[in-house]
């Protein structure tokens, strides 16, 4: 009996520990959505989360292995668009129409978390590193899109230019919030554009 009772209080007391693990880690993804990292301080992440800052360190040794966490969850619950799904379509114009279509809506999904890390990239070292895999993704899909486009020499670099722009977020952020277009719109300049530089 009594190691059934131990057992069965090691067993609630891991499971309070991954619940208060995972107030903190969800307290500094929305801190990191709403303020950003630059402006995100562990004493605020404790405050949100309803612990002390020692209890933070914890569970997080330092600010880095608490933005991995971060990181982690925020992209598991917002994945961007496969792109192993956009290279199965064989006409390029048609793939580029559906990457448009499908980042548009990641975009808007994660406005404004992208908003704050690519603020934040320059001035936070660890965002910096972290968000190297980040625009890794964005060098892969603008291969993807210019596959089986027969190209050469100056064209293909205008067009892999072209790719390279009309996927960015800064891109869709300036004709779509700042220019007022809606995503059609915005998507089929893109594609124009890209036609154009072939």
């Keep these: ?88 379509i064989e006409s390029p114009d048609e793939r580029l129409g559906v990457a448009l279509s499908d980042l548009h809506a990641f975009y808007r999904q994660t406005e404004p978390m992208l908003e704050n890390l690519f603020r934040d990239e320059s001035t936070v070292p660890i965002v910096r590193e972290r968000f190297a895999a980040f625009r890794g993704y964005f060098v892969a899909a603008r291969e993807v899109l210019l596959a089986g486009r027969p190209l050469r020499g100056a064209a293909r670099r205008r067009t892999e230019a072209a790719l390279g722009h009309v996927i960015a977020f800064s891109t869709w952020k300036s004709l779509v919030r700042e220019e007022g277009l809606d995503d059609a719109d915005a998507a089929a300049l893109f594609r124009a554009m890209v036609a154009a530089a072939g």
């Design 1 to 88: 009996m009594a190691d059934e009772t131990r057992s069965y209080r090691m067993r609630r007391r891991a499971e309070s520990q991954q619940q208060t693990r995972k107030r903190i880690t969800e307290s500094a993804v929305e801190l990191h959505g709403s303020l950003g990292p630059s402006r995100t301080t562990m004493s605020a992440v404790a405050a949100h989360a309803g612990v002390r800052r020692s209890t933070i360190y914890r569970h997080f040794p330092d600010e880095a292995a608490l933005f991995d966490a971060c990181t982690a969850h925020w992209s598991a619950a917002n994945p961007p668009p496969d792109l192993d799904s956009w290279s199965v």
